[in-house]
């Protein structure tokens, strides 16, 4: 067989050089140069002079009147959590890049759903980190020991491919590609250039053939490592598997779909038999202080298609340092500070001085504006001392003219709250309901302005 040429390309200009070097010799940049395979030269190709007309005869272009476009035929995982999140369930050809810390769960999650797969469709899960026996032990564990799953340890890329091209899966499962490698790279397994090149042969393989692919990579608190990130635009599919550290509760995000909604969240709990569904996420994360305790507010947030309850929690002490800090975990910083400023000028509530920390608990991310409100009531009841009262919810976005606006879906907001047990909502005046229309057992009290809404918790 040929021997296939390597060349190297710098990640900053995408220039190209046969060696190796320290320095790009394109743009001087340093460290930049990655491993590449250079593309086999077809047999025709180069030098053949093209002939007019050759392409013509069925030309495969089309009217857009003519694409079919039925709905991709999607096979449920019968994990309802993570049909959900990759937006109703597997699409043949599909891939999925699952990410997340060493230790989340990566592993027990797919080994679970492809067992379930395996019901139907063939499955066929590849491991490079772990014995087969590892496999089988924790598919004991897991109660999936009946499961018709074929199982294969090996970590080279074309091996992987080969054997697949055989078994012909309608799921395979590659864990992780961090271990994976091509014989035809010189550079060492879990480099950059190894793992983009093993997953590019493997998503080839997958769209030629229809395989369903999962890829399991694991992230770096810095999101960095070799690893995932290069491979997001490679995929169709990116879900995170997050969660708080020290919670068992594991959060899974689509943070790509081409397939489905890019921001359904599924909820699982982590316990000794594997990875459970909480069906109903909405109330998990609200610790339900036994007092009132200043800096808490909780908000209704919508995760994709449901609404969530979270308690935000905001802590204001006066700054030993010149420039106070201002920080936000699980929620945009930046906006933080445009909505500090709002709080100043509209509200006459000023934070200089002081350092700001907003955290919303059970380490969920919010992406969406409707935590502007409460972030800023949190914010002024540690600042005054004064707690906010415990059935009370809160939701709105606020505006730089210290405007309340409206966010979408308050009327399933407002019931999701009544139905555990708030009776107040603080909320925009246009996603107050009509007299009488208000979930039974809530008012409903509905603000314009941010100043106003201060007003209330006075
Ligand atoms: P794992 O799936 O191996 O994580 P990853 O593939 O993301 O690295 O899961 C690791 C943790 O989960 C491990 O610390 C043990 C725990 N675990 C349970 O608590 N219950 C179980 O049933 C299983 C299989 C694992
Ligand atoms: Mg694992």
Redesign the pocket.
Known sequence: KASVKTRFVCNACGGVTPQWAGQCPDCGQWNTLEEQLEAPATAKGRGSTRVAGQYAGDSGVKRLAEVPRDQEARFPTRIAELDRVLGGGLVAGGVVLLG??????????LLEAVARVAQRQGALYVTGEESLRQVGM?AE??GVMDADLRLLAETRVEAIIELAAREKPDVLVV??IQTIHSEELGSAPGGVAQVRESAAQLVQFAKRTGTVLFL?G?VTKEGQLAGPRVLEHMVDTVLY?ESDSGSRYRLLRAVKNRFGAANELGVFA??????KEVKNPSAIFLSRHEQPVPGSAILVTREGTRPLLLELQALVAESPLSNPRRLAVGLDGNRLGMLLAVLQRHAGVSTYGEDVFVNVVGGVRIAETASDLPALLAVSSSLRDRPIPQDWVIFGEVGLAGEIRPVPNGPDRLAEAARHGFTKALVPSKNAPARGQAPEGMEVLGVERLDAALAMLR
């Open positions: 997340g810390d060493p230790g989340i769960g990566k592993s027990t999650l924790r564990r897991l864990d992780s399991v694991h598997f982590m316990q000794d038999t594997g990875l």
